[in-house]
């Protein structure tokens, strides 16, 4: 086993938050590493869409902006405007290789793929990872890996790129939410078209359970044939996967070592948004870093308030998933669209808040809010 050189910090994981955070520290004066378990981060297909209400330096890296969301049920449509926060896309694999160009050529920061850390000890001024393959020394350790818990809830979806022979969707607009009929599952299609003849068709749940019904190729066919009946089309790629909904996630952790990414809690428990939370998180640590040692890491991403307006969220949600998707029809047929995003993407003002509560449905939340615990809560695990 090989030692390699010391650094003054390693990254585990080049996902979103260690990608982020290596960019926005190349050429400065720390030696970084970042050790990779996948051979191949580009192998998975992400697109991560958020509003514009944060600035980023990956605004070129945008594949498409809306300023129309809608949501809908069987009997109503509802247009979200998002002219002032623009909804808008990147695709994690224009990410990945737009920030390793930088790295590659960058003299401070050092990559290696298929490298899984299995054992982190604290040596007497040092940090010591020990992957298969070798060992390596650092001050400090940036760790993206996810946690085993058992979450609340999971955000599971699964989504084709769907490419049409004719122009049939509406690019201007993009479906947030499309609530399926199913009883007793919080279940929604989720649509963005890129162009008249190319979309992302997405089959979502955010449900407690593992869910196997309609999230996979069959479903997407099933969509297209009920909704573009005789149109030819093909599915260029999928993506899939499960993201954690739990306002317990922290980034607890010894004093060396800083959680980052969704699974220190960046990630919003009530909608699963995390890329723009993973950017702030960035700038955050990056501005601490002269200081990091002396400095308090905050054990939740988001504040009391957040967290609790999303537990009691959760709870209805998994409780009466039919009620839920009433609740959100009503919150977004009123017209404070500003607030409403401004709310979804974690920077609501008092005001936004106090509408947000004024046009929920109150008595369930009212009665969820003081009605704490509960023998059939999951969350009370
Ligand atoms: C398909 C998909 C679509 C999404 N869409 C959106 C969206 O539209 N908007 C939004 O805001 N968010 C979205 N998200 C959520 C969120 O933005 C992502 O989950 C984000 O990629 C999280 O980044 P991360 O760096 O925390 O975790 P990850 O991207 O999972 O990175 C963790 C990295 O650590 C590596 N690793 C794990 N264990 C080890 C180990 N022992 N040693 C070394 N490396 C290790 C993994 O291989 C991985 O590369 C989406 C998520 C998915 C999966």
Not at 83 to 99: G, H, L, V
Not at 135 to 149: A, G, Q
Not at 183 to 193: A, E, M, T, V
Not at 289 to 316: A, E, G, T
Request: include cysteine.
């Amino acid at each position: 086993m090989s030692i390699r050189n010391k650094y003054d910090f390693i990254i585990i994981g080049a996902g979103c938050a260690g990608l982020s955070l290596a960019y926005k520290l190349i050429n400065s004066k720390y030696k970084i590493c970042i050790l990779e378990l996948s051979n191949n981060i580009n192998k998975r297909n992400k697109l991560w869409s958020f509003w514009d209400t944060y600035e980023t330096p990956f605004s070129h890296l945008i594949k498409k902006k809306w300023n129309n969301l809608i949501i809908r049920n069987e009997d109503e449509s509802i247009k979200i405007n998002c002219n002032r926060y623009k909804y808008q896309s990147i695709s994690s694999k224009d990410f990945n290789n737009y920030i390793l160009e930088k790295i590659n050529i960058s003299e401070n920061i050092d990559i290696f793929f298929s490298e899984e850390v299995v054992n982190i000890s604290k040596k007497t001024n040092l940090i010591e990872l020990t992957t298969k393959q070798s060992t390596y020394l650092c001050d400090h350790i940036f760790d993206s890996r996810p946690s085993k818990n058992n979450f609340f809830m999971m955000q599971q979806f699964y989504g084709a790129y769907v490419k049409s022979k004719n122009d049939i969707f509406d690019d201007n607009s993009a479906v947030f939410m499309e609530f399926s009929n199913l009883r007793n599952k919080f279940h929604f299609n989720y649509i963005l078209p890129f162009s008249r003849n190319s979309a992302l068709i997405e089959s979502t749940y955010f449900s407690s359970k593992k869910e196997y019904n309609m999230l996979n190729e069959d479903y997407i066919n099933e969509y297209m044939k009920l909704n573009y009946r005789n149109e030819k089309y093909e599915i260029e790629k999928v993506e899939f996967g499960s993201i954690p909904m739990d306002t317990s996630i922290n980034s607890l952790a010894d004093s060396y070592i800083t959680k980052i990414g969704s699974y220190s809690g960046a990630t919003r428990a009530s909608t699963g948004y995390t890329f723009i939370n993973i950017q702030k998180q960035t700038d955050r640590l990056a501005n601490l870093l002269p200081n990091l040692k002396s400095s308090r890491n905050k054990k939740y991403f988001h504040s009391l308030v957040l967290r609790n307006m999303d537990n009691i969220f959760l709870k209805i949600l998994s409780r009466n998933p039919s009620y839920m998707k009433k609740a959100l029809m009503c919150l977004f047929r009123t017209k404070s669209h500003n607030s409403q995003i401004r709310f979804l993407s974690d920077t609501p003002s008092f005001i936004d808040i106090i509408k947000i509560i004024i046009y929920l449905p109150k008595v369930k939340f009212l009665y969820y809010s003081l009605k704490r615990k509960d023998k059939n809560d999951k969350y009370s695990r």
